[in-house]
């Protein structure tokens, strides 16, 4: 079982960054894949980021985010970061953490999820 909690979120406007951390419980956080999602406002939930377990050495971003968020882990701090560069409007949302035993799933399907943090980015 892990419990995870989001923070970092906030209003900054267009171009600017923000960083979201997920602290994770339990002793066994290197187990577990972990990853980013989000939700606007009537839409769907969907994937952002993610790393693989372990060292973390395995990477996977949605395309309308790749080359400005990042994501990392520190396995020693039971945490886990999104850093976002270069925000848009459409970046909106809120974002949810999430966790999965063992390798990083190819259905992007997480067992474990946090109750997000609200990022909004305005024009």
């Known amino acids: 079982q892990v419990h995870l909690v989001e923070s970092g979120g906030g209003l900054v406007q267009t171009g600017g960054s923000l960083r979201l951390s997920c602290a994770a419980s339990?002793?066994?956080?290197?187990?577990?894949?972990m990853g980013w999602f989000r939700q606007a406002p009537g839409k769907d939930r969907e994937f952002v980021a993610a790393?693989?377990?372990?060292?973390?050495?395995?990477?996977n971003y949605t395309d309308s985010v790749k080359g400005r968020f990042t994501i990392s882990r520190d396995n020693a701090k039971n945490t886990v970061y999104l850093q976002m560069n270069g925000l848009k409007p459409e970046d909106t949302a809120v974002y949810y953490c999430?966790?999965?035993?063992?390798?990083?799933?190819?259905?992007?399907?997480?067992?474990?999820w946090g109750q997000g943090t609200q990022v909004t980015v305005s024009s």
């Open positions: 999430a966790a999965r035993f063992g390798p990083m799933p190819i259905s992007r399907k997480y067992d474990y």
């Open positions: 790393i693989s377990w372990n060292v973390g050495s395995t990477y």
């Open positions: 339990g002793r066994t956080f290197s187990s577990y894949s």
